[in-house]
């Protein structure tokens, strides 16, 4: 009896002793603690959380969101590659909604032509750039971990880990992602990432004219974007989808997609 | 028989172990250390620490100059024209959306005291019609010109200065935005009647246009003060200098029967149909 005790111990403890080896060896080393807090003291992303709003009916179409972050984040020149573009939206009377976006339009917009302007009841444009979803479709979908979501809830993209397999584009419902042509990464808005951890405003919202884009915390009740969800009735893009984007519109017309 | 007892040897430390139990350690832990090993050997540093991604990452996103400096930046050295902006219609512009990115501009100028690289002064028309030129689907109010209506053959800065546009005739309350109502009622017999005898418009909707609207007359009646066989207004009153018996009347019970009266007369422009 007592043998038989021993036996069924050992055997419990062997098992016992593998599980654990595996939970340790699948949890990883842990975070070296006094870099981590080295860094905080400057920034810490736990402080944080960004947002951007924009307000449909600010937007002028002049385009100069599109340049500046073509230059701030050395985009492709070529008409094929945005971080952020702009749209431009004309809904007829039979409510149909066609929308041009020339060059993204990065060198503005061109007049419409005389048979175009005909039958529209309304017309406005519409900033888009990356939603930084809380809930990110890219992330799920990236089958290295090449993408991700911050503590900021900014999400990024690892250039050095990318293998270029552009399943994250594909799975975008915003279209917000491209494949870098020199790289051979994907690219996309990152909130302008080296901008806010020190301390500006993304290129965007830095050279928009008119503040239709408002940048800051989603959580602080002094932030100006925290001020804009507070005065204006807030839309997100595709918000059957469920992937809670952290970019708002303000009066944003039922017709965009 | 003996070789096959030869294991015995190895159980030295952990007592009376059978072969068999010894020989599955042996593999288990042999597989467990190998993928181990693989799993360091595959497995990026950094990688996990922070989710299933490199935290590298995060500080490779990180580590690029700015090349827009900030608008704070710019009045530090340029304070007359930051104070000349402050308080113009450009107030909201920033510098360096015509002026260009201005970090390496303002990094040489705190290094060395006076900067090499200077930022771009844009003289071309097209920089102000980006903003500037007519486009239907831009906000209502926004000034707009026609490019060859405005003094085609002129530089813009030679009449606007850019930190203070100021334009030499400033359009009036209404007018500012709604300009081709402003025209049309202009020549029309209702061009004497102020806005605001037909509209009320609180003071909200020049701030937020479009979320509050002004009133609108709603009732015949309100035609029938003016225009009602019955009535005694004094067109003075309106700021009309015409007789009372020079306002055409009509009877509102058998004139256009249940129709409104702006479904016939533009009111902006009565005498047109």
Known sequence: ?257 | MKLLRSPSRWDLSIGKWPDQVVRLVIIFGSGLIAAIALRQHFIPETFGELGHFRSIAIEINADHDPKYAGQQTCGECHESQAELKASSYHRLLSCENCHGPSAIHVAEAEAEGFPDTMPELPRSKQVCLNCHSYLRSRPTGFPQIIELMHNPAEPCIKCHDPHDPEPPEVPGACSGCHGQIARTKAISHHSALQCSTCHNAPVEHKQDPRSVAPSKPRERAFCGQCHSKDSQIDPSTLGVDIEAKQIPHIDLNDHGNNYQCWQCHYPHFPEGH
């Open chain 1, 1 to 257: 009896m007592a043998k038989n005790l021993k036996r069924r111990e050992f055997v419990r403890k062997c098992a016992e002793g593998t599980a654990t080896v595996l939970l340790l060896s699948t949890c990883g080393p842990l975070p070296s603690t006094a870099e981590a807090s080295e860094k905080s003291k400057a920034y810490s992303p736990k402080n944080h959380l960004y947002g951007m709003g924009i307000q449909v009916n600010k937007c002028i179409g002049c385009g100069s969101c599109v340049r500046a972050c073509k230059i701030e984040n050395d985009v492709p020149r070529e008409p094929y590659f945005f971080r952020t573009w702009v749209e431009r939206y004309l809904i007829d009377s039979d409510l149909e909604a066609h929308v041009d976006s020339p060059k993204g339009g990065y060198d503005s917009f061109p007049p419409l032509e005389e048979e175009e302007g005909g039958d529209i009841l309304r017309s406005f444009f519409v900033p888009k750039l990356c939603n930084h979803c809380d809930k990110p479709p890219c992330v799920q979908v990236c089958p290295v971990g090449a993408t991700f979501r911050t503590q900021e809830g900014v999400v990024l993209i690892d250039e050095g880990y990318c293998v270029g397999c552009r399943y994250c584009i594909q799975a975008c419902p915003y279209g917000a992602r491209y494949m870098h042509p020199e790289k051979h990464t994907a690219d996309k808005c990152t909130f302008c990432y080296h901008r806010i951890t020190k301390g500006l405003l993304p290129a965007c919202v830095e050279i928009c004219p008119t503040q239709a884009r408002v940048f800051g915390e989603l959580k602080s009740p002094n932030s100006p974007l925290h001020r804009m969800m507070r005065m204006t009735e807030l839309q997100v893009l595709k918000p059957a989808l469920n992937t809670e984007p952290k970019v708002l519109y303000s009066r944003l017309d039922g017709e965009v997609r």
